[in-house]
């Protein structure tokens, strides 16, 4: 199993307690170590494992063939930590048994963002499950097995992985007849306007959400910590992002 620091993240003096987080983990040297089906089974198997062990809600994820993206939300941190330990580093274990390989499998440390709830948390899983699309693996979020989509729209009924009561509370819908077609509707829109553009605050910030929030969360931060607040530049948005004062991880 990997090392716990080999997972702890970027950042993880900005991790605060009750919010949501945008986590990324790239595998080593951005090799395709999850390019089988049978590997990316591995991962989220581990993964509910590790959300049920530690008493984590994942709100939205994308297993892509070298990465992956999760939306997270638990009560501390350290109970993030090893969830994510649990999933990489069994995943790590097992693939290298089966294929006799040695050598580090995870670029060593996750990324994280913090996210608001709502509208914001709305973009962020949108962007995720989004993912192969804008790579040209897929046309559309239905075609790729491992995301959160055919969960949220109903088409996953077994061996779920997100935590549907969590996510709708997060995203402030009434029910699940509201939050599917919702979500059905917004990745639809945005398959047939071809918004396939990296949306770097999602990968590259402490935390995105409104003005308001991201002043709250500097604040927090204290002075200890060298960020920058700026907007995300998203039209007609109160997106605001809180960034550290210099670039510390690579792109997604």
């Not at 009750?18 to 590997?39: I, M, P, S, V």
């Not at 997270?72 to 390989?101: D, F, H, I, P, W």
């Not at 607040?229 to 605001?240: F, K, Q, Y």
Request: with cysteine.
């Amino acid at each position: 199993m990997a090392k716990i620091e080999d997972v702890m993240p970027r950042a993880n003096r900005y991790i605060m307690p009750g919010h949501a987080y945008h986590l990324t983990h790239r595998c080593h040297d951005r090799e395709f170590l999850l390019r089988f089906q049978k590997d990316r089974d591995t991962y989220r198997e581990w993964l509910r494992e590790g959300m049920s062990r530690h008493g984590v809600s994942v709100l939205g994820y994308c297993i892509t063939s070298n990465h992956v993206h999760l939306v997270v939300s638990g009560e501390q941190q350290q109970k993030v930590s090893s969830m994510m330990q649990l999933a990489a580093g069994c995943t790590a274990s097992e693939y290298n048994v089966r294929k006799g390989r040695k050598g580090a499998f995870w670029e060593g440390r996750y990324g994280c963002t913090m996210i608001e709830s709502g509208e914001h948390l709305w973009r962020c899983l949108l962007y995720v499950d989004m993912n192969m699309v804008r790579a040209g693996v897929a046309g559309h979020p239905r075609e790729w097995e491992w995301c959160g989509y055919r969960e949220v729209v109903g088409l996953r009924e077994r061996y779920r992985v997100l935590a549907q009561q969590k996510l709708m509370e997060d995203l402030r819908v009434g029910d699940a007849d509201e939050l599917r077609e919702r979500y059905r509707a917004l990745i639809d829109s945005r398959v047939s306007g071809h918004r396939l553009a990296r949306e770097p605050q999602w990968t590259e910030s402490v935390a995105v959400g409104s003005e308001s929030f991201v002043e709250e969360v500097a604040e927090k931060l204290g002075r200890r910590a060298r960020v920058k607040l700026e907007p995300t530049g998203d039209p007609g948005e109160d997106s605001w992002r809180v960034r550290e004062a210099s670039p510390s991880y690579s792109h997604f």
